[in-house]
T-cell receptor, first 114, second 117 residues
Framework: KQEVTQIPAALSVPEGENLVLNCSFTDSAIYNLQWFRQDPGKGLTSLLLIQSSQREQTSGRLNASLDKSSGRSTLYIAASQPGDSATYLCAVLKTTDSWGKLQFGAGTQVVVTP | DTEVTQTPKHLVMGMTNKKSLKCEQHMGHRAMYWYKQKAKKPPELMFVYSYEKLSINESVPSRFSPECPNSSLLNLHLHALQPEDSALYLC????????????????FGDGTRLSIL
C-alpha cells in the first residue's frame, strides 16, 4: 500500500528565507507527483507536476525535485514572502491506479512571518 | 480565481434533507472528481468520472449519489446524511489523453463547506 509522508507537519520561517518542504512515498512505482497549495477554507491550487521520468520542475520561485528510486520529492520556495503562508500538500499517482486516483500526504503548514 | 466553480460555498442541512452540490468547468477536461476533506486532513477521493461515465467509486455510502449530466457539469446528490459527513467537499477536473491515467494536473474548485445538523 502506498504511503505518502510529509515532514515537518508545520514550519515557521522569517520572510526572505528559503523554504524546503519534504515528501516521501513508499512505493516507487509512480506515474507522477503533484504539489498543491491550500489556503484556509479554500480548495487546492496546483503548483507543480513532475512526471516519473523527470528529475525536477521549476515555476518562478518554486522548484520541485523528484528522486523516484529513493521515494522522495522536495519543494523549494526561494525568498519566502508572507503570502506563501499556506498548507502545502504532495500527492502521487501510482502506476497501478487508474483515472487519476491521487494519494495525498497530510501536508506541511507553513507560516512566513514579516 | 479558480477555473472550477462549485456551488453553494456553504450548506447547512438536516439529516432528513435532500440537497445537491454542483461543480462546473469549461476547460474541456474529460475527467472530474469528488473529494471529501475533513479538518486538518488531506482530501479523500470519493468518485471519478471519465468521459461522463463513473470510473471509480471508493466504496462511498449510497447516501451520496454522483451524477455527470455532461462533460462540463458534475453533481453530488445528498440524502439522509449523518453528522460525520460534515466536511469540505471538493470538485476537481483534469485532461485525459485517451489512456486510463492522466498525466495532467488536477484543478480544484474552492469547495462546498457542508454542515449536517
Amino acid at each position: 500500500k502506498q504511503e505518502v509522508t510529509q515532514i515537518p507537519a508545520a514550519l515557521s520561517v522569517p520572510e526572505g528565507e528559503n523554504l524546503v518542504l519534504n515528501c516521501s512515498f513508499t512505493d516507487s512505482a509512480i506515474y507522477n507527483l503533484q504539489w498543491f497549495r491550500q489556503d484556509p477554507g479554500k480548495g487546492l491550487t496546483s503548483l507543480l507536476l513532475i512526471q516519473s521520468s523527470q528529475r525536477e520542475q521549476t515555476s518562478g520561485r518554486l522548484n520541485a525535485s523528484l528522486d523516484k528510486s529513493s521515494g522522495r520529492s522536495t519543494l523549494y520556495i526561494a525568498a519566502s514572502q508572507p503570502g506563501d503562508s499556506a498548507t502545502y500538500l504532495c500527492a502521487v499517482l501510482k502506476t497501478t491506479d487508474s483515472w487519476g486516483k491521487l494519494q495525498f500526504g497530510a501536508g506541511t503548514q507553513v507560516v512566513v512571518t514579516p | 480565481d479558480t477555473e472550477v466553480t462549485q456551488t453553494p460555498k456553504h450548506l447547512v442541512m438536516g439529516m432528513t434533507n435532500k440537497k445537491s452540490l454542483k461543480c462546473e468547468q469549461h476547460m474541456g477536461h474529460r475527467a472530474m472528481y469528488w473529494y471529501k476533506q475533513k479538518a486538518k486532513k488531506p482530501p479523500e477521493l470519493m468518485f471519478v468520472y471519465s468521459y461522463e461515465k463513473l470510473s471509480i467509486n471508493e466504496s462511498v455510502p449510497s447516501r451520496f449519489s454522483p451524477e455527470c449530466p455532461n462533460s462540463s457539469l458534475l453533481n453530488l446528490h445528498l440524502h439522509a446524511l449523518q453528522p460525520e459527513d460534515s466536511a469540505l467537499y471538493l470538485c476537481a477536473s483534469s485532461q485525459l489523453q485517451g489512456s486510463r491515467r492522466s498525466n495532467q494536473p488536477q484543478h480544484f474548485g474552492d469547495g462546498t463547506r457542508l454542515s449536517i445538523l
